[in-house]
């Protein structure tokens, strides 16, 4: 079992920046965090996909909408992981989640991840 626990949203103006952080918790994160990613939401939409890192943190993969703003990292403890989001635009507006994945293959299918948190609210003003 791994537990994810986001914080880091908050209400930005545009052009602005937040940085997300994810801790994962449990005694198999070795195992079920060797990716982790985040994904978006917004309200009667479906969960799309932000960016993701591997275990090493050497491989990292974005959305296109995000590719150049947003920059994931992982800390040297495998355990947190950061999306730092910059020039932030009204669009970026949703809940944040974190996902794990315990597959090797990179980036997962968003099928593969198999343990969430339950969320960050990011709010862009304009």
């Known amino acids: 079992q791994v537990q994810l626990v986001e914080s880091g949203g908050g209400l930005v103006q545009a052009g602005g920046s937040l940085r997300l952080s994810c801790t994962a918790s449990?005694?198999?994160?070795?195992?079920?965090?060797?990716?982790l990613g985040w994904f978006r939401q917004t309200p009667g939409k479906a969960r799309d996909f932000v960016a993701a890192?591997?275990?090493?943190?050497?491989?990292?993969n974005y959305a296109e909408s995000t590719e150049g703003r947003f920059n994931i990292s992982r800390d040297s403890a495998k355990i947190t992981v950061y999306l730092q989001m910059n020039s932030l635009k009204q669009g970026d507006t949703a809940m944040y989640y974190c996902?794990?994945?315990?597959?090797?293959?990179?980036?997962?299918?968003?099928?593969?991840?198999?343990?969430w948190g339950r969320g960050t609210q990011v709010t862009v003003s304009s």
């Open positions: 996902a794990a994945s315990g597959d090797y293959a990179f980036p997962p299918n968003l099928y593969e991840y198999e343990y």
């Open positions: 449990g005694s198999t994160v070795s195992k079920y965090a060797v990716a």
């Open positions: 890192i591997d275990w090493t943190g050497d491989k990292t």
